[in-house]
Antibody, heavy 120, light 110 residues
Framework: EVQLVESGGGLVKPGGSLRLSCVGS????????LNWVRQAPGKGLEWLSS????????FHADSIKGRFTISRGDAPNSVSLQMDNLRAEDTAVYYC?????????????WGQGTMVTVSS | QSLLTQPPSASGTPGQRVTISCSGS????????VNWYQHLPGTAPKLLIY???HRPSGVPDRFSGSKSGTSASLAISGLQSEDEADYYC???????????FGGGTKLTVL
């Protein structure tokens, strides 16, 4: 079964850090572009970052540039999102999503999401 | 404020046909394919329509997408109670050089 599983969310104080992980299975991980997308409480979906493993293709949204970094994960078939200097407005469910081949913004496989709460 | 404008809400009765619009500009919808997502609370978003009008395997043909100029639409025919969800359009934007989502439309089945 093709799937993505996120982990690493939790409660963190403002200014703190968290590292999210997304592990893929059931597909050739390095052949796809992986993304992080979040949804804050009561808000819509917000694209954050994209990475294609093995290439220089890495993009971040302006809203998180300089604070969040997407990278290849430590585990096989995984990507990470390092989140530093967290703010209350970063509180959200964070999803990992795979891009369908041939279509840049068609995220065809999503993880179940991991909740990040930034609060003192 | 999203670059892609969707109505915040839409509604219909079972069996009805509803449409959800997504308005953009020449730097996004006018130049790139539009994709649509269905998001039910507590679940992962689901790709509903890709490349303007194509349905992934398993998506009922009650769902259809179209695009004209700098606007796109999602149509749902034969509305069912399980269609009650949030719907998002998404595409690439050339000015930001990143993917962008619409603000989302909450569909209520009356």
């Amino acid at each position: 079964e093709v799937q993505l599983v996120e982990s690493g969310g939790g409660l963190v104080k403002p200014g703190g850090s968290l590292r999210l992980s997304c592990v893929g299975s059931g597909f050739t991980f390095n052949s796809f572009t992986l993304n992080w997308v979040r949804q804050a409480p009561g808000k819509g979906l917000e694209w954050l970052s994209s990475i294609r493993i093995g290439s220089s293709y890495i993009f971040h949204a302006d809203s998180i540039k300089g604070r969040f970094t997407i990278s290849r994960g430590d585990a096989p078939n995984s990507v990470s999102l390092q989140m530093d200097n967290l703010r209350a407005e970063d509180t959200a469910v964070y999803y990992c999503a795979r891009v369908k081949k041939g279509e840049a913004v068609a995220f065809d496989i999503w993880g179940q999401g991991t909740m990040v709460t930034v609060s003192s | 404020q999203s670059l892609l404008t969707q109505p915040p809400s839409a509604s219909g009765t079972p069996g009805q046909r509803v449409t959800i619009s997504c308005s953009g500009s020449s730097s996004n919808i006018g130049s790139h394919n539009v994709n649509w997502y269905q998001h039910l609370p507590g679940t992962a978003p689901k790709l509903l329509i890709y490349t303007d009008s194509h349905r992934p395997s398993g998506v009922p043909d009650r769902f259809s997408g179209s695009k004209s100029g700098t606007s796109a639409s999602l149509a749902i025919s034969g509305l069912q109670s399980e269609d009650e969800a949030d719907y998002y359009c998404a595409t690439w934007d050339d000015n930001l050089n990143v993917p962008v989502f619409g603000g989302g439309t909450k569909l209520t089945v009356l």
